[in-house]
């Protein structure tokens, strides 16, 4: 499908066949989450003041990603594998403790799941997506729920969002994908997907430029475009 039809599509759409989700900022408020259990872990390596990351550089990419360039940086003790299990570890632990599920999701997916095929297609590993799916529920609305950790490429690469639509059997220009992030807008244009993009996390015009279809401030928006 064009870029043109797929705007065409959207703008009159409600329930379409499927809709495949991001996770962090998109399902749960997490990016500031995640922002704390790297700045805590960082402390402890002795790193508090001079990690050096940008956080928002990695808003849509995996920890493995962040975690690569802060051991280029810095050459730390731990190894890789080390790293990355103590912040998913710290991560969870904030996640149970904040619930950040945002306030109008539930609906959303609920709704969503009587009409289409759902997805999920995350940069986070499957221990976060399952931990955050648990809030309010929510892992029983998804027909399909797939980490970079499954695909050869994690965003801005196609790869996780290619293996939703795979596993939920629908044809990828038919699946609609929704996202905060402008490596995961570029990810499911990549893909010759159709991508609404919320502004959790990215400004509407980085996220136009990236290629969304449709930028939305809140997910009433979104509601009122996929389920209105």
């Known amino acids: 499908m064009t870029s043109d039809n797929w705007k065409l599509e959207i703008e009159n759409w409600r329930f379409p ?18 922002e704390r259990a790297f700045r805590e872990v960082f402390a402890e390596l002795g790193f508090g003041a001079t990690h050096g990351i940008r956080f928002a550089d990695y808003y849509g990419k995996s920890d493995v990603t962040l975690w690569r ?18 912040k998913q570890q710290r991560f969870l632990g904030l996640l149970r403790e904040t619930m950040p599920v945002f306030d109008a999701v539930p609906a959303l997916v609920a ?11 995350s940069g986070s590993p499957h221990g976060v997506i399952e931990a955050a799916l648990a809030l309010d529920g929510l892992r029983r609305h998804f027909n399909a729920v797939v980490s970079a950790s499954d695909v050869p ?4 690469a196609p790869d996780v969002f290619l ?30 997907m159709g991508v609404i993009a919320i502004t959790t996390s990215f400004a509407e015009v980085a996220l136009r430029e990236a290629g969304a279809h449709r930028v939305v401030a809140r997910h009433a928006e979104l509601a009122a475009i996929l389920a209105g």
């Open 163 to 192: 293996e939703a639509a795979r596993r939920l059997g629908v044809p990828a220009g038919s699946c609609c994908v929704v996202e905060d992030s402008v490596a995961g807008v570029q990810a499911a244009r990549a893909a010759g």
């Open 17 to 34: 066949p499927a809709v495949i989700f991001d996770l962090d900022g998109v399902i749960v408020d997490s990016e500031p989450v995640h």
């Open 69 to 86: 360039d802060f051991v280029a940086k810095h050459s730390p003790q731990q190894a890789l594998d080390e790293l990355v299990a103590r």
């Open 153 to 156: 490429h994690g965003k801005p």
């Open 111 to 121: 709704t969503l799941a009587q009409r289409c095929k759902l997805a999920i297609a």
